[in-house]
């Protein structure tokens, strides 16, 4: 199985932007700490991580990777709420897809309480930061096979 985070808009400035709201970590800073953990629980599992501040390489990439081998975890960023092509193109995957964000969006603006991702995976996780990876790994690897 490998398992593909996919992040949208902005979250290449992770550690950067708003630090106040996003935290100090990078995905760079993470994903050695996601990796080394997903290597001792699980070293069939690999991991692959894509970020792409526009949609048309979040859609290129989720296709060309979609398949029974395949899992995603996207964080579309601004494109939550926004991005109807990403959307459908979540709808036409063969692969689970989680959502995940770092902030308890639905704690925040109004606009962000509203996900056009939500209706086509198998379930968000929101708040909780990067152990939301974390969690997103294992519910991915649990529901294989179900």
Do not use: C
């Not at 290597?39 to 069939?44: Q, T, V």
């Not at 909780?128 to 790994?137: D, E, T």
């Amino acid at each position: 199985m490998v398992i593909h985070i996919v992040h949208g808009a902005n979250l290449d400035r992770l550690g950067k932007r708003q630090p106040d709201i996003y935290g100090n970590l990078t995905l760079e800073d993470q994903l050695p700490v996601l990796r080394g953990w997903l290597d001792n629980s699980w070293p069939e599992v690999q991991l692959e991580s894509f970020q792409s501040n526009l949609e048309g390489e979040i859609i290129n990439y989720l296709n060309k990777n979609d398949g029974p081998d395949n899992a995603f975890i996207i964080n579309p960023g601004g494109f939550t709420h926004t991005s109807v092509v990403i959307s459908d193109t979540l709808a036409g995957l063969k692969s689970s897809v989680l959502e995940v964000h770092l902030t308890h969006t639905y704690a925040r603006e109004a606009f962000r309480r509203s996900s056009l991702m939500a209706p086509h995976t198998v379930g968000t996780i929101s708040g909780l930061g990067w152990v939301g990876y974390r969690l997103a790994i294992e519910a991915l690897i649990s529901s294989q096979g179900d």
